[in-house]
């Protein structure tokens, strides 16, 4: 890692809860102007390594430096820089949306005023409710409001749709698409959800046990594994099908799916294929699938030939 470009570095991050290692020596660079993809189950880490990003959470060792400063020691103008939202925004349920609003924009010289209207008018929320009486999807909304009328240069979304309906969803993922058109925003996004996700990242990085897994462009994952179905012209398949690192295999009656490590380009495919009479389609794996072969299948060693 040179750190050029780079809107957040992290070295042999350590983070322990007790017994428990949070993140163990996870190392990072976030390029400027990058949508990431941080992906991971609960307990992943996820959240703790966004929390470092900004300070909340100071590390047992290694570093972490965010917008060039070192996380621990952020500064209030370091701070107006970024935006943060989590699952759990907590908010100040006695005022209404609008007093919110004003009370927060008063913090941030880059407030943008036309965007805030705009937002506000999109999220259907009532500038004179009380936040208090919101339900979890119109607080998250107003969360995602705070984080993003005063446009800041790196934002930090953990689980940031998990409480939104489908449509205030595609909202914000449409959003998300707008903000990152100047190339100088940085985006981290972190969601279970990856189907959503899958439409705005061009990077992936893959958590399990506070450890990654896979710090990579999202095409060049793309690119990881291969599915493809197979079909006889007649007869049957043969046993073991020509390929190598086969993951996995479901066959049918003249018919079978294969999963592969490693795309297989026309040249593979017809030398693999040469002397058989099949019909062979190229599936499209979506994030989500991809994601499942990374954690079941983490290295090449001990791959079956079906």
């Not at 190229?282 to 001990?302: D, F, H, K, N, Q």
Request: aromatic share 4%; glycine share 8%; hydrophobic share 45%.
């Amino acid at each position: 890692m040179n750190g050029v470009g780079a809107a957040v570095q992290v070295r042999d991050l350590t983070k322990r809860f007790g017994r428990t290692v949070a993140l163990d020596r996870v190392s990072l660079e976030v390029r400027t102007g990058s949508i990431v993809g941080l992906l991971g189950a609960n307990g992943a880490g996820k959240s703790t390594l966004l929390r470092h990003l900004i300070g909340m959470l100071l590390p047992d060792s290694g570093s972490c430096l965010t917008l060039g400063c070192e996380a621990r020691a952020l500064a209030a103008e370091h701070l107006a820089r970024i935006g943060y939202v989590h699952q759990d925004a907590q908010l100040l349920d006695w005022m209404t949306v609008r007093q919110f609003v004003r009370y927060v924009s008063a913090y941030y010289p880059s407030w943008n005023t036309a965007l805030e209207e705009r937002l506000l008018a999109e999220s259907e929320l009532t500038s004179g409710a009380r936040i208090g009486t919101l339900s979890p999807g119109q607080r998250q909304r107003l969360a995602l409001i705070i984080a993003i009328a005063f446009e800041p240069e790196l934002l930090l979304l953990d689980e940031p749709a998990a409480a939104l309906d489908p449509l205030a969803r595609m909202r914000f993922l449409d959003l998300l698409i707008s903000l990152i058109q100047d190339g100088q925003r940085t985006i981290v996004i972190s969601s279970h959800i990856l189907s959503d996700v899958e439409k705005v990242i061009d990077h992936v990085v893959i958590m399990d046990h506070g450890r990654i897994l896979r710090d990579l462009p999202l095409d060049r994952l793309q690119e990881e594994f291969c599915r493809l179905r197979l079909s006889a012209v007649q007869g049957t398949l043969p046993h073991p099908l020509p390929f190598d690192g086969i993951l996995e295999c479901r066959r049918g009656d003249g018919t079978a799916e294969v999963t592969l490590r490693g795309a297989a380009g026309p040249a593979d495919l017809s030398r693999a294929l040469s002397g058989l009479a099949c019909r062979v389609e190229t599936l499209p794996l979506p994030l989500e699938e991809l994601y499942r072969l990374v954690l079941t299948y983490p290295a090449a060693a001990g791959e079956a030939r079906p």
